[in-house]
């Protein structure tokens, strides 16, 4: 089981950057791929992008490709969702989730029924 807190999430005009933070608990994060998701008012939960537990393979969404990076610390417990150049359409709830699986090394077919832990999320708000 583990435990995800998001934090750093909050408004922002657009061209504008925000750094979001994912703190986990549990001794099997390290094991563990990451997922970044966001959830737009009247639409479905998409992903964002992914990493795998080494940190050495990662998936972004065609859509935030080249202006969104995720990396993870093990030793900190964290995972980071560095979001530059952010568009009005960025504007969601971000959620992180942790694998349900341990060390899984390729995360480019990954989805949400994969993910077993969630976080409570944190909003984004991108204005024009």
């Known amino acids: 089981q583990v435990v995800l807190v998001e934090s750093g999430g909050g408004l922002v005009q657009a061209g504008g950057s925000l750094s979001l933070s994912c703190a986990a608990s549990g001794r099997t994060f390290s094991w563990r791929a990451m997922g970044w998701f966001r959830q737009a008012p009247g639409k479905e939960r998409e992903i964002v992008a992914a990493?795998?537990?080494?940190?050495?393979?990662?998936y972004y969404a065609q859509s935030v490709k080249g202006r969104f990076t995720i990396s993870r610390d093990n030793a900190k417990n964290t995972v980071l969702l560095q979001m530059n150049t952010l568009k009005p359409e960025d504007t969601a709830i971000y959620y992180c989730?942790?694998?349900?699986?341990?060390?899984?090394?390729?995360?480019?077919?990954?989805?949400?029924?994969?993910?077993?832990?969630w976080g409570q999320g944190t909003q984004v708000t991108v204005s024009s």
């Open positions: 990493i795998n537990w080494r940190g050495d393979n990662t």
């Open positions: 989730a942790a694998d349900q699986m341990v060390t899984r090394t390729v995360v480019s077919t990954l989805g949400q029924a994969d993910f077993g832990s």
